[in-house]
Each structure stands twice: as structure tokens, then as C-alpha cells.
């Protein structure tokens, strides 16, 4: 394995460690440690098993996925605003240490899922021919505006409620980005799982959102643990209804039905990321990756 992979492992085992001895640093930054020792490490193993990864071939647009990672959330951290569904505890009193933390945080969320996808795909044979694309592609026009109109209602619709009834449609706002921006894509020629789809890919798809479930149960497991030793982490702050569902049952801190929100997550994070590189044109002088 490369040396960045054994360098990952010894993050974790570190950062675990460090946790439970109470060492401030690592209480307060716990998650973003941790996502940086996996991220390593399953880079690695990426590698390992295909020949290539974000950091050993693809290492001049890396930076670029992580800094994209940062513009994507800030979008639910301004809808947060309004939803106000989760609340962040233990947090430095210094605005730019807190800044310069919930910047590595959230520069790893992308990453994180983009490996997982591609070690899930490591694992399952090539995909099919496409076979099906000459056929489909005369009802993709009209099905791809259905579905941009579909993506617009349901990022709009939280924004324009009254307060106290915004928190409930956060789900909208964790599944609007699909349709809205997966039909663009396919138009400007970017990677899309809405294509890989039609062209009979479906493996590819439930690889993304099987990557977002694993993420997802890594983010909360590590979440209470630090949360629980007194240190940084969320804290949900979603309306009793919705916190409550299925009877009161837990993950971590996380109600158990929202862990269904992590696989299109995933999905959304694909789309969002090829959107923006489309946007500010990262093609011109880099290579394109799916």
C-alpha cells in the first residue's frame, strides 16, 4: 500500500486514541481528523486495487475537489439558516480558528464520498455496454426539462414557507439538487449518474448512494463519539415530529430515518461538484474525471 495509506491509519488509530486521553485539539477536531486519516486511507487503497486515485494520478485536481467541497455545503449551511435543523456545540471562541476548522471540515465531505464510491467500484466487474442510449435519447429533452422544473420547486419551496413550517421540508432541500442539476450536467457533457442510469449503468448508481450510507454512518458514529468525550461536534435541533420518527430510535445523534438522507446526499455531492467545475470552466485545463 502507498505510504499515504499507512500514514491514514496511523490518523485514525492516533486520533482515537488522542480522543479518549482528552487531548483538546483532537476533542475539538475530532470528525475532520478522522475524515482526513480515511481519506488517506482509502486512497490508497483505491490506488492499490486500480492502478490510480485522487492523490497519486489525479493530485492537480484534488485541491479543486476539496475547495468545491467547502462552496457545496456553505449551500445547506445558508438553507440551515432558514431550516435550522442542526446546531453546532463546542465550537473555538476565536471566529478565524473556527473558520480555519470549519474549512478543513467541510473540505472533506466530497472527498470522503468520492473515495468510498470509488473503492465500492473497485470491487464490481465492468460495467455493460450502452446500449439502450440511441433509443432513450429522443425522450430525454423533454424528461430532462420535467425534472430541472421538479429540482427548482423543491430547493425553492423551503425558502419561500414561513418559519415554523421551513424545518419540515428539509428533506426538499437534500433531494432538489438530483433533477435539478443531473439533467444540466448531461447537457454540458459532465459526468452524470442520470445518464449512467439510462445508458443501463444502474450498478454506478447504487454505488454512490451505498457510498453516502457508509459516509453517513462514519459522520454520526464519529459525531457522538466526540460530542460524548466533551468535544466539538452537531447537534440536530429538527422539529419533535420529525426528531421523534420511528418511535424515538437513534443513531449516534441522528434520528434513524434521516440516515436515508445520506445516499442522495452522496448523489447530490456528484452533481454539484461537476456542476460547479463546469461553471468555472476547470475543464480548459484539466483533465475530466467521472
Same mark, same amino acid.
Given at each position: 500500500?502507498?505510504?499515504?495509506?499507512?500514514?491514514?491509519?496511523?490518523?485514525?488509530?492516533?486520533?482515537?486514541?488522542?480522543?479518549?486521553?482528552?487531548?483538546?485539539?483532537?476533542?475539538?477536531?475530532?470528525?475532520? =481528523?478522522?475524515?482526513?486519516?480515511? =481519506?488517506?486511507?482509502?486512497?490508497?487503497?483505491?490506488?492499490?486495487?486500480?492502478?490510480?486515485?485522487?492523490?497519486?494520478?489525479?493530485?492537480?485536481?484534488?485541491?479543486?475537489?476539496?475547495?468545491?467541497?467547502?462552496?457545496?455545503?456553505?449551500?445547506?449551511?445558508?438553507?440551515?439558516?432558514?431550516?435550522?435543523?442542526? #446546531?453546532?456545540?463546542?465550537?473555538?471562541?476565536?471566529?478565524?480558528?473556527?473558520? =480555519?476548522?470549519?474549512?478543513? !471540515?467541510?473540505?472533506?465531505?466530497?472527498?470522503? =464520498?468520492?473515495?468510498?464510491?470509488?473503492?465500492?467500484? !473497485?470491487?464490481?466487474?465492468?460495467?455493460?455496454?450502452?446500449?439502450?442510449?440511441?433509443?432513450? *435519447?429522443?425522450?430525454?429533452?423533454?424528461?430532462? !426539462?420535467?425534472?430541472?422544473?421538479?429540482?427548482?420547486?423543491?430547493?425553492?419551496?423551503?425558502?419561500?414557507?414561513?418559519?415554523?413550517?421551513?424545518?419540515?421540508?428539509?428533506?426538499?432541500?437534500?433531494?432538489?439538487?438530483?433533477?435539478?442539476?443531473?439533467?444540466?450536467?448531461?447537457?454540458?457533457? *459532465?459526468?452524470?449518474?442520470?445518464?449512467?442510469?439510462?445508458?443501463?449503468?444502474?450498478?454506478?448508481?447504487? *454505488?454512490?448512494?451505498?457510498?453516502?450510507?457508509?459516509?453517513?454512518?462514519?459522520?454520526?458514529?464519529?459525531? @457522538?463519539?466526540?460530542?460524548?468525550?466533551?468535544?466539538?461536534?452537531?447537534?440536530?435541533?429538527?422539529?419533535?415530529?420529525?426528531?421523534?420518527?420511528?418511535?424515538?430510535?437513534?443513531?449516534?445523534?441522528?434520528? #434513524?430515518?434521516?440516515?436515508?438522507?445520506?445516499?442522495?446526499?452522496?448523489?447530490?455531492?456528484?452533481?454539484?461538484?461537476? @456542476?460547479?467545475? !463546469?461553471?468555472?470552466?476547470?475543464?480548459?485545463?484539466?483533465? *475530466?474525471?467521472?
Amino acid at each position: 500500500m502507498r505510504r499515504h495509506g499507512w500514514l491514514g491509519a496511523v490518523v485514525l488509530a492516533g486520533g482515537e486514541a488522542a480522543l479518549y486521553a482528552g487531548v483538546p485539539f483532537v476533542t475539538t477536531w475530532f470528525t475532520p =481528523i478522522m475524515w482526513t486519516g480515511y =481519506i488517506l486511507l482509502v486512497d490508497a487503497l483505491v490506488a492499490r486495487r486500480t492502478g490510480g486515485s485522487w492523490l497519486t494520478t489525479r493530485r492537480r485536481e484534488f485541491p479543486f475537489l476539496a475547495v468545491l467541497s467547502v462552496l457545496s455545503w456553505l449551500i445547506f449551511e445558508v438553507y440551515n439558516f432558514k431550516l435550522r435543523n442542526w #446546531v453546532y456545540l463546542g465550537m473555538p471562541a476565536e471566529m478565524w480558528v473556527r473558520d =480555519i476548522g470549519f474549512f478543513w !471540515s467541510f473540505a472533506t465531505i466530497t472527498p470522503a =464520498i468520492f473515495e468510498t464510491a470509488e473503492l465500492l467500484e !473497485s470491487f464490481r466487474p465492468p460495467p455493460p455496454a450502452p446500449a439502450l442510449v440511441a433509443k432513450r *435519447q429522443g425522450k430525454g429533452s423533454w424528461r430532462d !426539462s420535467i425534472a430541472i422544473l421538479v429540482g427548482l420547486a423543491l430547493i425553492a419551496i423551503p425558502a419561500a414557507l414561513p418559519d415554523w413550517l421551513a424545518p419540515y421540508t428539509f428533506g426538499f432541500v437534500w433531494l432538489g439538487f438530483v433533477p435539478l442539476l443531473e439533467p444540466i450536467n448531461r447537457r454540458l457533457r *459532465q459526468p452524470s449518474l442520470w445518464r449512467d442510469g439510462s445508458e443501463g449503468n444502474r450498478a454506478r448508481v447504487w *454505488q454512490w448512494l451505498a457510498a453516502g450510507f457508509v459516509c453517513g454512518l462514519l459522520w454520526e458514529a464519529w459525531n @457522538f463519539q466526540a460530542l460524548a468525550r466533551g468535544g466539538a461536534g452537531w447537534l440536530y435541533t429538527m422539529p419533535p415530529l420529525i426528531h421523534n420518527l420511528i418511535f424515538g430510535l437513534h443513531y449516534g445523534k441522528m434520528p #434513524v430515518a434521516g440516515l436515508l438522507g445520506f445516499p442522495p446526499f452522496a448523489w447530490e455531492c456528484f452533481a454539484l461538484y461537476y @456542476f460547479l467545475r !463546469s461553471v468555472l470552466q476547470l475543464d480548459r485545463w484539466l483533465p *475530466q474525471t467521472a
